[in-house]
């Protein structure tokens, strides 16, 4: 089976005056997270959906779910961790509790903020987390990356031709994500906020997915005044 799971769990503090989590703002018609799900409830690669939100906006989400979303597919909505890494383990735990799994079960974990990943995305991410066992989606660097240890003086430049910028899905098979998470110190577990990077500090493999430009996260005023636009264009919507 495949699983994606939608990371809700952000509060939108750097969106402004809005007392409302970012993944809930209107962006056209409808709220950005729904923009997100609809992605995977229309993908034929995705079985069933997770949405990890905050516990004191689980119902909101079910009800959104339930006026925009045709029944069919199912849908889970349940709370999210304090962190990013403990979102993903609650994800993990309802998946391991709720459904037999094995060594080709796969989970695509996507920011919920992202609303414009296309169904070429999914379906990459799908076929290498298979191939690989992990992979990212990510976009070369098209500026100078900066490098400062103290924040005030620069400490090197990258070589910009080998520097990517991370976007999302992440996306593994479950089991030998468990097997890596497992294998993480409590410390370690505390500092690390990136599921690929979790991999690559344990020198196992993680493979990339061409992303695109426009799949942008929406975290700043910005970006939705962006998305806006970008609703408007055609060529992101396949």
């Not at 409590?186 to 906020?193: M, P, R, S, V």
């Not at 690559?200 to 806006?228: C, Q, W």
Request: proline share 4%; glycine share 6%.
């Amino acid at each position: 089976m495949v699983f994606a799971a939608v990371f809700a769990g952000g509060i939108g503090s750097r969106m402004g005056n809005s007392d409302t989590p970012k993944q809930y703002l209107e962006l056209g018609t409808k709220p950005v997270i729904i923009h997100t799900i609809e992605k995977f409830f229309i993908n034929e690669k995705i079985d069933e959906i997770i949405v990890l939100c905050p516990k004191a906006w689980v119902a909101h989400t079910q009800d959104l779910i339930g006026k925009y979303l045709p029944s069919g597919k199912k849908i889970s909505v349940i709370p999210g961790g304090a962190t990013r890494n403990g979102t993903l383990e609650n994800a993990i735990e309802f998946i391991e509790n709720n459904y037999e799994t094995d060594e080709k079960t796969v989970i695509v974990t996507h920011d919920a903020v992202r609303p414009f990943l296309t169904h070429r995305i999914i379906e990459e991410n799908v076929e290498a987390a298979l191939k690989y066992g992990a992979c990212d989606t990510v976009i070369p660097a098209t500026d100078t990356i900066v490098e400062s240890e103290n924040g005030k003086m620069i400490s090197s430049i990258p070589d910009r031709s080998k520097m990517y910028q991370g976007q999302t899905p992440q996306s593994f098979r479950l089991k030998e994500l468990e097997r890596v998470l497992s294998s993480l110190s409590d410390d370690e577990k505390a500092i690390l906020t990136d599921a690929c990077k979790i991999f690559s500090i344990k020198n196992r493999e993680v493979y990339m997915v061409s992303g695109e430009v426009f799949n942008i996260k929406i975290t700043y005023p910005y970006d939705l005044k962006v998305a806006h636009t970008l609703l408007k264009g055609k060529d992101c919507n396949d």
